[in-house]
């Protein structure tokens, strides 16, 4: 293979790499915009119901599975074997604590932080952040009696009043976002659920909780991303210039020209003979 189909194959490859970057920055960019399905559609959750959480909305996007934090240890797939959605039933205390799809790549969704209780009362709080303008109603709910109560809503440890059942919020902003729970005279207290408010120019949320530092996990998947990059541009650069060293040499070699003299002459027998 002559160096000039080197160079050429070296230049496709490279720009197969970077195409491939690309591709993948923009399946993780999808993915944080996006958040696993819970149904019921609500955060916390009476010990023995069912919950489903599923990862099968992501469109155009394969491979991924459900996984599960639970009071920050080490994550697991929740779903045996590994898939892109799972039931648990009956759903205990223990799992309580954030659920996000991650795919093979180490891509991640937003993250949804569910609360089940041994306790009589649950606050039914929207799973997925709410969009900004949208009215939002929690109910405050009583294991044993279906019928509405009296109940006493908070948020972030302070009272908004003693309402009937439930409450509504007009038109929520930003300002909104926070710890919200509820309590019932004789029947006891919510969990505390974090009601998250996406913006209306969809900036991604990537985590239902209040801004934390990254884990080791996410810091990995960046400086493997940098690493991949820095090495495309290199290898890029590499081929530029030994690609343009090949071309400046073809060019002198061409410019360089062996001359001779050639002298004859004839013998009588009318034979040549070359000097």
Same mark, same amino acid.
């Given at each position: 293979?002559? $160096?000039?189909? =080197? ?8 720009? $197969? =790499?970077?195409?491939?970057?690309? %591709?993948?920055?923009?399946? #993780?960019?999808?993915? !944080? ?27 155009? =996007?394969?491979?991924?599975? +459900? ?15 590994? #898939? ?13 604590? &954030?659920?996000?799809? *991650?795919?093979?790549?180490? %891509?991640?969704? &937003? ?9 009589? +009362? ?7 952040? $709410? ?11 009583? @294991? ?13 440890? +302070? ?11 007009? /038109? ?13 005279? &004789? #029947? ?7 009601? #998250?408010?996406?913006?209306?120019? %969809? *900036?991604?949320?990537?985590?239902? @909780? ?31 210039? =030994? ?8 060019? %002198? /070699?061409? !410019? ?20």
């Amino acid at each position: 293979m002559d $160096v000039t189909s =080197l160079c050429s194959r070296l230049m496709v490859a490279v720009m $197969v =790499l970077l195409v491939a970057q690309i %591709n993948q920055s923009h399946s #993780a960019q999808n993915a !944080d915009r996006v958040f696993p399905r819970i149904t019921p559609d609500r955060l916390q959750f009476f010990e023995y119901e069912t919950v489903h959480i599923s990862c099968e909305e992501l469109m155009g =996007l394969t491979g991924w599975r +459900v996984m599960h934090r639970h009071k920050k240890t080490t994550n697991f797939n929740i779903c045996t074997p590994p #898939a892109s959605s799972c039931t648990i039933q009956p759903a205990f205390e223990r799992h309580s604590g &954030g659920y996000w799809c *991650e795919d093979d790549e180490g %891509n991640t969704t &937003g993250s949804i932080n569910i609360s089940v209780t041994a306790g009589s +009362v649950i606050l039914e709080v929207p799973a997925r952040p $709410v969009m900004e303008g949208s009215d939002v109603t929690l109910f405050c709910k009583n @294991q044993k009696f279906q019928s509405e109560h009296i109940a006493d809503f908070y948020k972030d440890g +302070v009272s908004l009043g003693i309402v009937h059942g439930h409450m509504t919020i007009k /038109n929520v902003s930003k300002s909104d976002e926070g710890f919200y729970n509820c309590s019932i005279a &004789g #029947a006891g207290q919510s969990p505390e659920s974090w009601l #998250a408010i996406r913006k209306k120019k %969809n *900036e991604p949320d990537k985590e239902i @909780q209040p801004p934390q530092k990254h884990s080791p996990h996410h810091s990995t998947i960046l400086w493997i991303a940098v690493s991949i990059s820095l090495t495309v541009i290199f290898l890029f650069v590499l081929g530029f210039f =030994l690609c343009q060293k090949h071309q400046a040499s073809v060019g %002198n /070699n061409a !410019d360089e020209v062996t001359y001779a003299q050639v002298e004859s002459f004839r013998r009588d027998n009318g034979s040549y003979k070359i000097y």
